[in-house]
T-cell receptor, first 112, second 114 residues
Framework: DTGVSQNPRHKITKRGQNVTFRCDPI?????LYWYRQTLGQGPEFLTY????????KSRLLSDRFSAERPKGSFSTLEIQRTEQGDSAMYLC??????????FGDGTRLSIL | DQQVKQNSPSLSVQEGRISILNCDYT??????FLWYKKYPAEGPTFLIS?????DKNEDGRFTVFLNKSAKHLSLHIVPSQPGDSAVYFC?????????????FGSGTQLTVLP
């Protein structure tokens, strides 16, 4: 299966800890997106890369959040000093230019 | 402000009948619309899309209709099957030159009863 892969699938951590998630997009896709989804809501856009360049960041992405895509392939999303409100499903998607986005199965973050 | 709205949180339909899922949007700059299906513990799966220059797109049992003047789109599933039971998200994308991220509605839980 060559779909979008996200790791870990679940992450439980204590408030104040740092966490990092990884996304491996479909190999030929040049665009990579991060979204966050909370219960009863649709995914909300966080940030977007075209190749290795981070081109857009949502207001939702506070200073505690940082994302990288160093070689234009996989991406990481780091949350520093986690808070209760960070508990959510973090989804990664990838696409070719102008094509529909394909999503991974997400990383579920739970803050104790 | 919610730019994409799905006002029905849930819908139940008998197997074999038509399912109609609705979506409204407020941003007239959206030029491309998509429907995604989501099963529990999985990410959204792309289903069908439509460009703003069209008013209908069909793919097998799935048809999406777009009414630009009303800023409304709908997804028709005919005939509905139990395996179609899932959460359906409507999403919209801005025009070329914008960031191209998707703006999602809050989803409609479709249950197809055998």
């Amino acid at each position: 299966d060559t779909g979008v892969s996200q790791n870990p699938r679940h992450k439980i951590t204590k408030r104040g800890q740092n966490v990092t998630f990884r996304c491996d997009p479909i190999s030929e896709h040049n665009r990579l997106y991060w979204y966050r989804q909370t219960l009863g809501q649709g995914p909300e856009f966080l940030t977007y890369f075209q190749n290795e360049a981070q081109l857009e960041k949502s207001r939702l992405l506070s200073d505690r959040f940082s994302a990288e895509r160093p070689k234009g392939s996989f991406s990481t999303l780091e949350i520093q000093r986690t808070e209760q409100g960070d508990s959510a499903m973090y989804l990664c998607a990838s696409s070719l230019t102008a094509q529909p986005q394909h999503f991974g199965d997400g990383t579920r973050l739970s803050i104790l | 402000d919610q730019q994409v709205k799905q006002n029905s949180p849930s819908l139940s339909v008998q197997e074999g009948r038509i399912s109609i899922l609705n979506c409204d949007y407020t941003n007239s700059m959206f030029d491309y619309f998509l429907w995604y299906k989501k099963y529990p513990a999985e990410g959204p799966t792309f289903l069908i899309s439509i460009s703003s220059i069209k008013d209908k797109n069909e793919d097998g049992r799935f048809t999406v209709f777009l009414n630009k003047s009303a800023k409304h789109l709908s997804l028709h599933i005919v005939p509905s099957q139990p395996g179609d039971s899932a959460v359906y998200f409507c999403a919209a994308r801005g025009p070329s030159g914008s960031a191209r991220q998707l703006t999602f509605g809050s989803g409609t839980q479709l249950t197809v009863l055998p």
